[in-house]
Protein backbone atom coordinates (compact mmCIF):
# COMPACT_ATOMS: atom_id res chain seq x y z
CA UNK A 1 0.00 0.00 0.00
CA UNK A 2 1.15 3.27 -0.53
CA UNK A 3 0.77 6.32 1.24
CA UNK A 4 -1.59 7.91 -0.99
CA UNK A 5 -4.45 5.01 -0.83
CA UNK A 6 -4.35 6.06 3.41
CA UNK A 7 -7.79 7.52 4.39
CA UNK A 8 -7.69 10.90 6.02
CA UNK A 9 -6.68 10.48 9.82
CA UNK A 10 -4.98 6.53 9.31
CA UNK A 11 -1.85 6.15 10.46
CA UNK A 12 0.90 3.77 9.17
CA UNK A 13 4.99 2.73 9.21
CA UNK A 14 6.72 3.70 6.21
CA UNK A 15 8.25 0.62 4.47
CA UNK A 16 10.59 1.71 1.36
CA UNK A 17 10.61 4.39 -0.79
CA UNK A 18 9.91 3.55 -4.88
CA UNK A 19 13.09 4.58 -6.85
CA UNK A 20 12.35 5.08 -10.56
CA UNK A 21 16.36 5.14 -10.99
CA UNK A 22 19.54 5.42 -9.27
CA UNK A 23 19.24 9.26 -9.54
CA UNK A 24 15.74 9.64 -8.79
CA UNK A 25 15.70 12.90 -7.44
CA UNK A 26 11.80 12.71 -5.52
CA UNK A 27 13.10 9.79 -3.60
CA UNK A 28 16.29 11.01 -2.61
CA UNK A 29 14.20 14.47 -1.38
CA UNK A 30 11.39 12.20 0.08
CA UNK A 31 13.99 10.55 2.16
CA UNK A 32 15.69 14.25 3.26
CA UNK A 33 12.51 15.01 4.52
CA UNK A 34 12.16 11.87 6.80
CA UNK A 35 10.30 9.80 4.67
CA UNK A 36 12.73 6.29 6.03
CA UNK A 37 11.67 2.82 6.81
CA UNK A 38 10.84 2.21 10.00
CA UNK A 39 9.42 5.60 10.72
CA UNK A 40 5.70 6.79 11.42
CA UNK A 41 3.47 8.32 9.22
CA UNK A 42 -0.13 9.43 8.92
CA UNK A 43 -2.74 11.16 6.69
CA UNK A 44 -3.85 14.39 7.85
CA UNK A 45 -6.01 16.00 5.35
CA UNK A 46 -6.61 15.68 1.93
CA UNK A 47 -6.83 19.09 -0.56
CA UNK A 48 -10.29 20.63 -2.02
CA UNK A 49 -12.66 17.83 -3.49
CA UNK A 50 -10.14 14.67 -2.02
CA UNK A 51 -7.48 16.16 -4.21
CA UNK A 52 -3.68 17.77 -4.43
CA UNK A 53 -2.22 18.57 -2.18
CA UNK A 54 -2.44 15.51 0.78
CA UNK A 55 -1.59 16.98 4.17
CA UNK A 56 0.70 14.18 6.01
CA UNK A 57 2.38 14.30 8.84
CA UNK A 58 6.14 12.29 9.33
CA UNK A 59 7.55 12.09 13.20
CA UNK A 60 6.54 15.33 14.51
CA UNK A 61 6.67 17.67 11.26
CA UNK A 62 3.45 18.01 8.95
CA UNK A 63 3.83 18.28 4.89
CA UNK A 64 1.79 19.17 2.29
CA UNK A 65 2.61 16.54 -1.15
CA UNK A 66 1.12 16.28 -4.09
CA UNK A 67 -0.34 12.21 -4.78
CA UNK A 68 2.16 11.68 -7.30
CA UNK A 69 4.73 11.93 -4.77
CA UNK A 70 3.18 10.06 -1.58
CA UNK A 71 2.47 7.53 -3.92
CA UNK A 72 6.16 6.64 -3.74
CA UNK A 73 6.21 6.06 -0.52
CA UNK A 74 4.97 2.55 0.46
CA UNK A 75 3.84 1.96 4.14
CA UNK A 76 2.42 -0.28 6.43
CA UNK A 77 -1.17 0.17 7.18
CA UNK A 78 -2.21 0.24 11.31
CA UNK A 79 -0.63 2.21 14.38
CA UNK A 80 2.42 4.26 13.96
Known sequence: MNLSQLTPGAHATVT?????SSEDVVAHRLRDLGFV???PVSLVALGPFGSDPLLVQVGYTRFALRRSEAARVEVQPGKA
Open 16 to 20: RISEL
Open 37 to 39: AGE
